[in-house]
Every structure is written in structure tokens, then in C-alpha cells.
């Protein structure tokens, strides 16, 4: 609860010194979240009521004269703290929940629709009260998880991942000791790496389970805007997702010719939904992206299937390229094939999906020839950009993880200054890091471990970069 601290607000001893000691003369304290778990709290386990850590969950609330009065390391502080606390706060809250659950299972306080009473408790959508009741079941199933949760070293998203990794429970202990110190996103590659080295299901179970968790939804929001939500098992969702990103680069090409006014990366994902589910263009450039679409597809026609020439279909298909080993497309390994947007498939489904036209597996470990270029070119050839993509999987910026589809090739040691158009002397780089990289005079620099670090090897071009309105236009 938040409440009036004019007479001085009470801080726990790990909520930490918020960027600034409460002495500061710039400090200026107004007002606390004071304690929300009373002595003996307890949680829900198993149907019994175990005793769980209690103590304050309390923050110092700085107004905002403090805050001016702070620096940006002290700021970062600052929110490191109150993201702590908001972890611990939903650890607590997942606790509560299951104390109400206990008492609608015993018959004590019986709760036909215990979504209902938390929206009406919380004034949270009816949505978010399913999501958040189920979000606490699943941590109420895992203790070092919601221990983890409840001592705020992991947050929501994080103690969800967690909680759906499919492998033993030894293993998941170790995820959750490595995702304290890290983020959102670094656990669920974490717990992606684990499940595949440690995983409790073979890869085709696995695919099974995914396709049976496929939905769908739409709905009008409180304006009348209709809302789209979708998920597919991996097969499915390369044809579907290499489809729609090749209409949206279609929609790209004609984008980077406009300066001002150009529409923002999510406003051309719904005109590519628009056209792709209803047939809509809005402009004489989107139409006209379409017939090239089409365009190209025809050229190729006489490859496709019948079905694929169906004049009532919106979007043709688009081709899937998927590398795969040699051994794994035979089926003595279970080796993964990659599509060229980073989804790894099972080799019993890339096989199905090699006798489909538009599916062009690419086999690793067979003789084909170099693919390096050397001096010959600069441009990437499709080959050697397929063995690039088998290698860095993502955009090797440190930190960034873009996918291929949205990466270029970059050369390490330019090619303009004599760089050879060879694999040793690639790495896929997303648009946004690669034009960054140019403009600041960056290096990409491996490292022993198969990382990349950057190096910035020369001042900055002497163009300045270009202002930007708030959103700027992305390459898919």
C-alpha cells in the first residue's frame, strides 16, 4: 500500500539505497510502500499451509524534486529497486491466491469463478485475472521458482519461463539460480539450450505438443479496433510467417523511398495482415508490391502445386529454405534443421516438408564446392549466406538476437578495403546494428568462446546522422 510518509517512510534492509542516501541533501522523501505480508504469512503447497519467509515489502518513494536530483547510475538504481520489489509483490501475490484456492478446494469459502474475484478484487481486466491465476498456479508448482520470485531475484515473465521449462527438476533449479542475474530474454535462451540438451521429450513430441497448443483469437477493443492474437506449432508458422515477410519486404522496398511520414514497422505488419486475411491495400505503391509478389510467384509456377495457384489465395507461398545435416535428413540423428528465420524444426518434419515444392532443404555435410567468393564479388551468394545463417543463427551483436530474416551479411574487414567475400570473413548483423556499426565506425571482433565483442576502431563518420521522428521505420 502506498501512504503519506511526511513523518519519514521506513525502508527494508534490502530495498536498497534508491540511487541516493536518505541523508542527501537532494533527497526528499514523500511518501512509502510500506509492509503488505503480515508475521507468519503462508503459502499454499500441496493443499497444506506451509510457512513461508516473511517480512516488509517496503520502498522509499522519492518525489520528483529528489529524483531531478539524482544521476542516471543512480536513476538505474532506482528502478532496479522498484522492479525488485514489484517481483516480490508477485510472489506474494501468487501466495495469496493460493491461500484462496485452498479455501474454495476445502469448501471453507467456495469460488465458482475465481477469475471473477480477483478482476473485482484487483479492478484488472477479466483477461488479466485468468492470466494472472494462471501464471501463480504454475509458480505454486515449483518452490525454488516462486522462492526465487517471492525474494524478488527473478521477475514474472522469467518465473513463467521457468515454470514451463520441460526438463528435470535438478536442471530447472540450476535455470533459476543463472536467471537471477540476468534477463528476461537471456532465460528463455537459457532454458531453450537446456531443453534441448536435457529435454524430458523427444523432438517430435515436442512438435506434437506444440501443434496441439496452437489458438487463435480476435476481439474489439473499448474504440472498436479489432485485435489479432495467433500461435503456431513451428512447421506451420514458417509458412505462415515466410508468407507475410515476403510481402513485407516487398512493403519495405517502397517504404525506404519515403522521408517523411513513412508509416512505423507496426502499422506496415497490419497493412501486410490487411492484405493477406481480407485482400485490403490502402495505397498504389502497396498495390503494386503485391503484383510483384505475384509476379514472382507466377515465374515459378510451374513448380508449385495446384493448390498453390488458387486465384482466391491471397498470398502465394512463399519458399522456406531449411538447413539440415545430412546424417539428420536421413534419420540416424536428431539433429534440428533451421529455417532461414532461425526456427529450428525436427528432422522427422523437415523431411514431410522437403517433398513440398516450395521447401528447399539445404544439406550440410555433402560435397557442393566452396562457397566463399573471395575477391570475385561483394555480393552474398544465396549458398554462402544459407552456411552463415547455419552458423550465427541470429544477429551477433553483443546482446541483440534478431532473427535472419531481418539480418545482413556483413563484411569484418571491408570489402571496399580488400576484404574477401569468404564465410571467415562474414557475420550477420541485424539492419539496425549493421547501419550503427558503419555510421560509428565500429569493428566486429570474435572471441575465443564463439561470442562477438565490438570494437570502436575510428571516429564517427564526419556525416551526421540523420534526425528521426520518435518511431523509427524497420527493416523486416
Keep these: 500500500m502506498l501512504r503519506d510518509g511526511s513523518e519519514g517512510a521506513r525502508r527494508s534492509d534490502d530495498a536498497g539505497a534508491l540511487g541516493a542516501d536518505a541523508s ?24 497444506q499451509a506451509t510457512p513461508h519467509t516473511s517480512g516488509p515489502l517496503s520502498l522509499i518513494r522519492l518525489s520528483a524534486a529528489a529524483l531531478a536530483g539524482l544521476k542516471r547510475d543512480e536513476l538505474l538504481s532506482v528502478l532496479s529497486d522498484i522492479e525488485r520489489l514489484a517481483n516480490r509483490l508477485a510472489g506474494y501475490r501468487a501466495e495469496v491466491l493460493g491461500a484462496l484456492e485452498v479455501l474454495n478446494e476445502s469448501g471453507v469459502a467456495p469460488d465458482a469463478s475465481p477469475h471473477l474475484s480477483l478482476r473485482d478484487a484487483a479492478g484488472v481486466s477479466e483477461r488479466d485475472a485468468r492470466r494472472m491465476l494462471r501464471a501463480a ?21 522469467q518465473a513463467e519461463t521457468l515454470c514451463d521449462a520441460r526438463v528435470p527438476d535438478p536442471v530447472r533449479a540450476e535455470l533459476v539460480a543463472a536467471a537471477a542475474g ?5 532465460t528463455r535462451r537459457r532454458v531453450q539450450r537446456a531443453e534441448t540438451e536435457h529435454s524430458v521429450e ?13 489458438g487463435a483469437g480476435w476481439r474489439r477493443d473499448h474504440e472498436g479496433m479489432l485485435r489479432l492474437w495467433a500461435k503456431f506449432d513451428p512447421d506451420t508458422g514458417a509458412h505462415v510467417e515466410a508468407a507475410l ?11 525506404k523511398q519515403v522521408r517523411s ?11 501486410v495482415l490487411a492484405y493477406a486475411l481480407a485482400g485490403l491495400t490502402y495505397t498504389d505503391a502497396d498495390a503494386a508490391a503485391v503484383r510483384r509478389l505475384h509476379a514472382r510467384a507466377s515465374a515459378r509456377s510451374d513448380n508449385l502445386p495446384d493448390e498453390s495457384r488458387d486465384p482466391s489465395r491471397q498470398l502465394p507461398p512463399a519458399q522456406i529454405s531449411v538447413l539440415i545435416g545430412l546424417d539428420a535428413l536421413r534419420g540416424q540423428t536428431d539433429e534440428m534443421g533451421l529455417t532461414d528465420a532461425g526456427v529450428e524444426l525436427p528432422p522427422e518434419v523437415v523431411r514431410r516438408m522437403a517433398c513440398d515444392a516450395e521447401i528447399i532443404p539445404i544439406i550440410l555435410g555433402t560435397p557442393g564446392g566452396s562457397a566463399d567468393a573471395g575477391r570475385l564479388r561483394r555480393a552474398v551468394s ?7 545463417v547455419a552458423r550465427d543463427r541470429h544477429c551477433r551483436w553483443p546482446g541483440c538476437h534478431e532473427p535472419p530474416s531481418r539480418c545482413d551479411a556483413h563484411h569484418i574487414w571491408h570489402w571496399i578495403d580488400g576484404g574477401p567475400t569468404d564465410l571467415d570473413n562474414l557475420v550477420l548483423l541485424c539492419h539496425r546494428h549493421h547501419h550503427f556499426l558503419h555510421q560509428h565506425g565500429y ?19 564526419s556525416t551526421p546522422t540523420p534526425r528521426r521522428g520518435k518511431r523509427q521505420a524497420r527493416a523486416p
Design 245 to 255: 515477410e515476403a510481402l513485407c519486404r516487398e512493403y519495405w522496398i517502397d517504404d
Design 382 to 388: 544465396l549458398r554462402l549466406r544459407r552456411l552463415l
Design 137 to 157: 498456479e504454475k509458480a505454486r508448482e515449483h518452490d525454488t521458482v516462486l522462492e526465487a520470485l517471492s525474494e524478488g531475484d527473478i521477475n514474472a515473465a
Design 24 to 47: 542527501h541533501p537532494n533527497t526528499e522523501r514523500s511518501a512509502a510502500v510500506t509492509q503488505a505480508s503480515p508475521t507468519g504469512d503462508q503459502r499454499a503447497s500441496g493443499g
Design 202 to 214: 523427444t523432438p517430435i513430441e515436442r512438435f506434437e505438443r506444440q501443434r496441439a497448443a496452437r
Design 261 to 271: 511520414g513513412r508509416r512505423t514497422p507496426a502499422q506496415r505488419d497490419a497493412d
Design 182 to 186: 540476468e534477463d528476461t530474454d537471456a
Design 443 to 461: 569493428r566486429m571482433v570474435p572471441q575465443p568462446d564463439g561470442t562477438w565483442a565490438t570494437v570502436q576502431e575510428s571516429d564517427p563518420k
